[in-house]
């Protein structure tokens, strides 16, 4: 469920990467860390302007069609898209999105600075979790702390504090609270808290 996700989708330059969110663990990170949780992120805006507006999406695994799915629902055809080097956005074009990638490995600082409002936006994320919630974030309700995030972000600039409040009663008018059992009994992957 996406509450405070808007359906609009964006018709300008918009950077997509994909993040892991979890608690420190063993092992590897990045792309191969276990027992954290994937996260695609969309940020419209040109480099080194304003960022616009921010998108989240929690996934069981980075993979072409949930890949696709994600672009498909927050940018409009036509619209370019900036990505790092990982072939799952090799096939953007099909879907009518001009695709710009950018190897990190090989490009360095170059394409370090084409992807940055994505990168600050992770990093800030991450700052959030850690800061706000002390990392006490479980994966099953991770995405509506997703969705906090990406609307306090998207309306930060917002001169119409009605609206803002207006929007907020709205959801919370629309929105059915969980139960009781649902926010007390853990998960078996909440096990160990992200």
Known sequence: ???????????????????????????????????????????EGESGKKLGRVRFRCVASIDRKIVESFIVDYVEPGALVVTDGLSVYDHLQALGIVHRPHVVSTAGKEALQELDHVHLIISLLKRWLGGTHQGGVTPSRLQAYL?????????????????????IVQQAVTTRPPTVKSLYVPKPQDVGGT
């Open 1 to 43: 469920m996406q509450i405070f996700e808007s359906s609009r989708r964006t018709q300008s330059r918009v950077e997509v990467d994909e993040a892991f969110v979890g608690g420190p663990k063993e092992g590897s990170r990045g792309r191969g860390a276990e027992g954290k949780t994937a996260v695609l992120v969309a940020v």
């Open 147 to 167: 969705n906090e995030f990406s609307f306090r972000f998207n309306r930060r600039l917002s001169q119409h504090r009605g609206k803002l409040f207006h929007r």
